[in-house]
């Protein structure tokens, strides 16, 4: 028997690196030597001549001025990587409560699982794009929000638990100014959900229904069930989406840090500072999820 599962370990192994060798094929013959370059441009005075570009090294000069001379840089990183944390964490609990539903039987639930797919398809690259191009959406956008901001619910209670909760810059205060600010930003919330309910609702199939009525029979409530069965049966599901979950804020169309990356290299010809500043968003990146993963893997359930 342990030979068995020996062997059906090696072979589901197998099969993931043959899923994801179309990836590292690409990664080492098209990113490696770009990233290479971009590295060296970080380090380096890039000079544009009529002859094209030089690179004269600098000694860390664009590291110096993203962290010591830009006035932007730090403030833009801090409240990209703050918005990360709680935005990532509304996401999954958003995402793993949706699938929970759609797992129940219900009528019509093949079409409501459909509507909630639709969220992958309205956030892929042409719609985001027409949605934050387009003069009339955004004209449209601008209409809507406009009007309901005069009458709005959540403004209007925010206001009241603020003015109840010790004034500006308790720490209540600041907790429901997060919880507002999540509130207010559901739809995105929604749009970066899809893939997260996918992976959770097939987690939640492959959970066997004798489980349940097991502990049913034991007398455990719904509540119980879901603390003590569903939630550690999905939680090496809930690394992945987490994952998932951080690296697509970080690389979102509307990320104040991506757009002054761009400017620099598109506008202002800054090479070497954009490619600076770029090493730095991407170090701080992996160092997240890095720190992240290992404190997540600590509380995974893990089971054969």
Do not use: H
Not at 117 to 126: A, E, M, Q, R
Request: hydrophobic content about 50%; proline content about 2%.
């Amino acid at each position: 028997m342990k030979k068995k599962n020996v062997g059906l370990t090696k072979r589901r192994a197998l099969y993931g690196y043959i899923f994801i060798l179309p990836f590292i094929i690409g990664l080492v013959f098209f990113m490696i030597k770009p990233l290479f370059q971009s590295f060296q441009m970080s380090l380096s005075q890039i000079t544009i001549g009529t002859e094209g570009f030089t690179q004269d090294w600098n000694n860390f000069a664009n590291y110096k001025r993203a962290f010591l001379v830009d006035p932007e840089f730090n403030r833009l990183l801090v409240e990209n990587v703050t918005q990360m944390i709680y935005r990532s964490l509304a996401t999954i609990v958003f995402s793993f409560f949706v699938a929970l539903l759609l797992n129940q039987k219900f009528k019509g639930r093949a079409l409501a699982r459909s509507i909630f797919f639709l969220t992958v398809i309205l956030s892929s690259g042409v719609l985001v794009g027409l949605e934050y191009n387009n003069t009339m959406m955004a004209q449209l956008k601008d209409a809507i929000e406009e009007a309901g901001n005069a009458n709005s619910v959540t403004t209007v209670l925010e206001e009241i638990l603020v003015s109840n909760t010790g004034g500006m810059n308790s720490p209540s205060e600041r907790v429901f100014k997060i919880l507002f600010e999540i509130i207010d930003s559901i739809y995105d919330v929604a749009m970066a959900s899809g893939i997260q309910i996918i992976i959770f609702l097939s987690g939640l199939q492959n959970i066997s229904p004798s489980m349940y009525e097991a502990a049913e029979m034991e007398g455990c409530t719904a509540w119980e069930s879901l603390w003590k069965i569903t939630v550690p049966m999905v939680s090496p599901l809930m690394l992945v989406c987490w994952v998932y979950t951080v690296v697509d804020f970080f690389m979102r169309t509307d990320n104040e840090i991506m757009k002054k990356i761009d400017d620099q290299l598109t506008i202002q010809l800054n090479f070497g500072f954009s490619s600076a500043m770029s090493w730095v968003y991407f170090a701080v990146c992996m160092a997240l999820i890095g720190l992240s993963s290992l404190l997540i893997s600590k509380v995974v359930y893990n089971y054969d």
